[in-house]
Nanobody
């Protein structure tokens, strides 16, 4: 059973930065971050391949967000810079135990999820 524990998030002003962390129990997985704003569907943000660390970003965050992983700690980070009010959402990390290459951008392909952390960006 995979457990994902998120931390970080909170309140930031537009143009500011926040960093999210996601600690995964045992093993290597394709990891992704998704977000869900009120009244909207969960959307893909970024994913990182388990094998070569290649990263895949949604166009809406490309150039502003950076995903990284620290294998020794089984932890994935999401550095969010140049935040915008439209980035406001609950952010979820997710793990795909089937190790798809490249990692999927579809939430349905991820079988483990963190509890979610709120990110609020004020204008």
């Amino acid at each position: 059973q995979v457990q994902l524990v998120e931390s970080g998030g909170g309140l930031a002003q537009a143009g500011g930065s926040l960093r999210l962390s996601c600690a995964a129990s045992g093993g290597s997985y394709a990891m992704g971050w998704f977000r869900q704003a009120p009244g909207k569907e969960r959307e893909f943000v970024v994913a990182i391949s388990w094998r070569d660390g290649k990263k895949y970003y949604a166009d809406s965050v490309k150039g502003r967000f950076t995903i990284s992983r620290e294998n020794a700690k089984d932890t994935v980070y999401l550095q969010m810079n140049s935040l915008k009010p439209e980035d406001t959402a609950v952010y979820y990390c997710a793990a795909d135990s089937t190790l798809r290459i490249p990692p999927s951008t579809g939430a349905w392909d991820y079988d483990y999820w963190g509890q979610g952390t709120q990110v609020t960006v004020s204008s």
